[in-house]
């Protein structure tokens, strides 16, 4: 093994056990064995290093051939879904359930552009063939909206947020084999993407359209911020990718042309986006243009991403419960060249 190698792995494992002290447990620490191990998107199984997706996403372009290889059909009521992600022996779905819609306000009230409506925050436990064992039900008052989560290896932090840019959230971490929830914390601001990073043992979560970017201690204590200096798309769901790097897919509405409806209709532009948390710039972006059965670009909302090699595999699940077939799971493969 080299020295830088070795370095580096001193390092990680020196910032885990830091993480883990903070949350007073073992949860993290247990992170970075189960992890770094990998998982792959949609099976379970633990063969597939995360590692490689970094070098394999850099080979992702707007001629990368994807071919969707199966789609997986939720039997349940999934509302509006928000985002994904998978442990060893489960399947995580995150939606908001509306009760009362918000309502734009003529003049901003408060700092507030919108009412904050009425909802219900869902986490969706499945097992791998989709059948829902457990639904958590999470969120406070007016803090509903459950957005993008992830799975670290032990945990699954999800925030969930007033339904509403420039308000405030809660940060829960879900044991993902008890299916114990804890409040980590609360933050001012709408935030509805989070990962942990490995690296530092730090959250960093991105708020309403992505517009900005948190990072906090595991207390909740802010320790920067900064502004996404990237307008593609707003990221919806994101993942932690080794190392130091965070992988987000999402969805832009533009307006359409005027034979095809105007401003009065939208077009779904939908992309990845690779980030370096230690730099905070977006390292490559791309967009995706495959559609679900509602006629959604594929990543409009849960996405998460696995690498075998070169071989890269995609989860999406962009359609709400209501929609064309109901919310399918939809898995995309492809095969790419890595840039030298």
């Given at each position: 093994?080299?020295?830088?190698?070795?370095?580096?792995?001193?390092?990680?494992?020196?910032?885990v056990i830091l993480?883990?002290?903070?949350?007073?447990?073992?949860?993290?620490?247990?992170?970075?064995?189960?992890?770094?191990?990998?998982?792959?998107?949609?099976?379970?199984?633990?063969?597939?290093?995360d590692a490689a997706l970094a070098d394999a996403f850099t080979g992702v372009d707007r001629t990368t051939n994807w071919t969707r290889t199966s789609t997986l059909k939720l039997n349940f009521p999934t509302y509006h879904t928000e985002g994904i992600a998978y442990s060893r022996d489960h399947i995580f779905l995150s939606a908001v359930q509306i009760i009362e819609p918000t309502k734009k306000f003529a003049a901003p009230q408060d700092g507030?552009?919108?009412?904050?409506?009425k909802g219900i925050g869902h986490l969706f436990v499945m097992d791998k063939a989709g059948n829902l064992q457990k639904d958590i039900v999470l969120g406070e008052a007016d803090m509903y909206h459950?957005?993008?989560?992830?799975?670290?290896?032990?945990?699954?932090?999800?925030?969930?947020?007033?339904?509403?840019?420039?308000?405030s959230a809660i940060i829960y971490r879900v044991d993902a084999n008890t299916l114990e929830v804890h409040k980590q914390f609360e933050v001012k601001d709408h935030f509805g993407g989070i990962v942990l990073d490995k690296q530092t043992g730090h959250l960093v979560g991105n708020t309403w359209g992505s517009r900005r970017f948190a990072e906090w201690d595991l207390q909740g204590?802010?320790?920067?911020?900064?502004?996404?200096?990237?307008?593609?798309?707003?990221?919806?769901d994101c993942q932690y990718v080794p190392n130091s790097k965070m992988l987000c897919a999402g969805v832009t509405n533009l307006p359409q042309t005027p034979a095809a409806g105007g401003t009065t209709a939208t077009y779904e532009l939908g992309g990845m986006a690779m980030i370096d948390l230690k730099s905070r710039s977006v390292i490559r972006d791309v967009p995706f243009q495959q559609w679900s059965t509602a006629g959604h670009v594929a990543?409009?909302?849960?996405?998460?991403?696995?690498?075998?090699?070169?071989?890269?595999?995609?989860?999406?699940?962009?359609?709400?419960?209501?929609?064309?077939?109901?919310?399918?799971?939809?898995?995309?493969?492809?095969?790419?060249?890595?840039?030298?």
């Open positions: 093994m080299s020295t830088t190698r070795t370095r580096g792995i001193l390092t990680a494992a020196a910032a993480a883990a002290s903070a949350i007073g447990g073992t949860a993290v620490a247990q992170a970075a064995g189960n992890q770094d191990a990998g998982s792959t998107a949609g099976s379970g199984d633990h063969h597939v290093t507030f552009d919108r009412t904050p409506g459950p957005g993008g989560i992830d799975f670290d290896g032990t945990n699954v932090w999800v925030p969930v947020a007033q339904y509403r840019p420039n308000s204590r802010q320790l920067a911020t900064w502004q996404n200096p990237n307008f593609f798309i707003d990221y919806q990543t409009r909302n849960p996405f998460k991403m696995t690498a075998a090699g070169n071989h890269l595999t995609m989860t999406v699940a962009p359609d709400n419960g209501e929609e064309g077939n109901g919310t399918e799971i939809l898995t995309y493969e492809a095969d790419v060249t890595p840039a030298k």
